[in-house]
């Protein structure tokens, strides 16, 4: 009995009806609104990536891709069954507690709801890899979309392209900088309408590949987006450049002598004029 006493004594103490009555609250004020608001969040984060991708199609639209066709970037839905069972327990949740109804006269139905769904969002607090993957899948935007290039002819029908598969070396390499270059304008640009303040992009031996037709299309969309640009390739290749950089570091070594290295700087006219002369 004096246990029993004891345990009622700190019931009274603890004043459990209105802790309870605190948290019948909480649910419908703080948990039920909070999730509301979480669902339409995931939605913004979406709609955002979209949003961001708009200014990059605007400056797609207007650089010719090969062939007298232009390329656009789409986002696609990404099948995700963790983000729509989570969208599924919420609901269900929000569902059986509407907004600004009276829970209290039915805390039994509340409470069993409040474990279903405890049980059901374990993984909110799982500190596992698998746990982390879990919520990286409903809650990063990224992970809810993927992307693809379309190629719009002059005539026929669009092209889906999702790899350079069966593509030349020049094909590739200039669907491959098109690309690139929107992934990093939409990063550097923090996916803003603004380009990046900061966008310079070196490239090793770009375009080696490629004819001067394939480099200059590429580069002229690199451009267009933004990007300061530093190439590092061979001498003879400084033709398919002559239209896009203004000054060249000539770089002259001497196999024999390890220390002969020189670097002069001139102009892509000078440079071309040294290579001609070379020939």
Known sequence: LPALEQIHQQLVTDDLPRTRGSWLTKVDADLNQGLRTLLQQIDVDRREITRGLDPIKAVLAGVPFRYGSHL???PVDHPNSNLQEFRKVVLAFTRDNPL????FNDETKVEASFKRL???LERLTDPSRAGESWRRSVFDAREHVTFRAIETPSSGKPIVHEGVSGMSGGEGQELIAFILGAALRYR??????????YGCVVLDEGFV?????YT????RALQELGFQLIIGAPREKATAFE???DLVAYISTDPDNPDGVRIYSMTIQEA???DQDAA
Do not use: H, Y
């Open 188 to 197: 550097l640009g923090e996916g803003g309408q603004t380009p990046p303040t």
């Open 72 to 74: 656009a970037i789409e």
């Open 118 to 120: 405890r049980k059901s």
């Open 209 to 213: 590949k490629a004819d001067s037709d």
């Open 243 to 245: 239209d896009f950089v």
């Open 216 to 219: 200059g299309r590429a580069l």
């Open 100 to 103: 600004g109804e009276d829970l």
């Open 272 to 274: 071309l004029q040294l």
